[in-house]
């Protein structure tokens, strides 16, 4: 099918919208709940950035906007690490992690089209050292030399927010190396800044097959008609699409919020892959869960919303440990030549262990 959703110029009007956002307090409406002066001593140390159209999407629905608005408690607390993924000490050069084997998380932007407060590169995004040309060549150097890498997970800060000739040519440069097999980026972009998936951009895209992309969404009321269009266009040039939500403490930990967001996603055919345990990032305490609540989540999709819904929930581990799937109990026992086994709804089942 031809994609119908052609503007005039596009690139004009992301990047417009960009130009718009909100940084300072001063350029936010006068509305309740607000207070500037913490507002203005948080982003003095973590960056603020709201882009229009994800601004007119929040201003509406508080627990939206706690994504988005600084809190006092992200300077005041002093729970967390700062680096809690232990990326600096993974990565052979900077901007570039290489944890796994056979793949690399490359840093290629150091900006957003919002910066989420409990982002876990908090320590970095929005700051232009973050990224820089000389960083970006140094990755890619380290991956044409490191033959063990199949998989490049483009990241940053927000790769769609780089232009589509500078992505065009960084992605041919990775595409170039022998041994690398797919390519993956991560974007937010889909859902904080739906405008930016254009037509031309997907031109791009296609060149470098096999592409994945896995976006992010934490609330079905981020899906509205430009997130899904936008997601649509991905599908559309044969991208496989996936999501990673973080469960996050007043936002969507709670089984209603989750399941609804995991349909809806599949509607606007987007793959749930990762439910993120908060990161124990320095400064964003305030949205941690207990560990249980995830758990008792993922107890509540299973079964209950199609297989292909329900995503596996991690804990990416402190220092370098690593992602690790955390799964309700299925097995209750193994008692002689039987295993006891709870279905969805609670019930128990004996099956033979065979042997
Ligand atoms: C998450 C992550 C990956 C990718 O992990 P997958 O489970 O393959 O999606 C790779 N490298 C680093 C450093 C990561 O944090
Ligand atoms: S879009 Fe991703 S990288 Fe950017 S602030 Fe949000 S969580 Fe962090």
Aim: hydrophobic share 40%; aromatic share 8%.
């Amino acid at each position: 099918m031809e994609i119908i959703f052609k503007r005039k110029d596009p690139a004009v009007l992301w990047e417009d919208l960009l130009a718009k956002s909100i940084k300072r307090s001063d350029e936010l409406p006068n509305m309740e709940g607000f207070n500037s002066p913490d507002i203005d001593q948080v982003v003095k140390i973590y960056p603020m950035l709201i882009n229009p159209y994800y601004f007119n999407l929040i201003r509406s629905d508080n627990r939206l906007m706690k994504q988005a608005i600084p809190d006092i408690r992200e300077i005041e607390s002093h729970k967390g690490y700062i680096d809690p993924l232990d990326e600096e000490n993974l990565s052979p050069v900077p901007g570039l992690t290489h944890k796994y084997p056979d793949r690399v998380l490359f840093l290629i932007s150091g900006r957003c089209a919002m910066y989420c407060r409990f982002c876990n590169r908090k320590r970095k995004v929005g700051h232009p050292s973050m990224v820089t040309e000389e960083s970006i060549k140094e990755g890619l150097r380290y991956i044409e030399k490191t033959k063990t890498i199949r998989d490049v997970l483009l990241s940053g800060g927000d790769p769609l927010l780089l232009s589509d000739e500078r992505l065009d040519s960084i992605l041919s440069k990775v595409k170039a190396i022998d041994h690398v097999e797919i390519i993956r980026i991560g974007s937010r972009v889909p859902c904080t800044l739906p405008q930016r998936i254009t037509p031309e951009l997907l031109n791009i895209f296609k060149k470098h097959h096999p592409l994945y992309i896995n976006t992010h969404f934490n609330h079905p009321a981020e899906i509205t008609p430009e997130s899904s269009m936008a997601c649509k266009m991905i599908a559309d040039a044969g991208i496989p699409l996936g999501c990673q939500t973080v469960l996050l403490k007043g936002i969507n930990d709670d089984i209603v919020t989750i399941s609804e967001l995991m349909r809806r996603l599949l509607a606007i055919r987007v793959k749930p892959y990762y439910l993120f345990q908060a990161d124990l990032v320095k400064g964003t305490s305030h949205f941690w869960t207990p560990l249980t609540k995830g758990i008792e989540i993922m107890a509540g999709l299973q079964g209950n919303i199609s297989g292909i819904g329900v995503p596996r929930f991690v804990i990416d581990l402190p220092y370098g440990g690593g992602k690790i799937p955390v799964l309700p109990e299925y097995v209750k026992a193994i008692k002689g030549d039987q295993i006891i086994l709870r279905n969805y709804q609670g019930i128990e089942f004996r099956y033979p262990v065979i042997s």
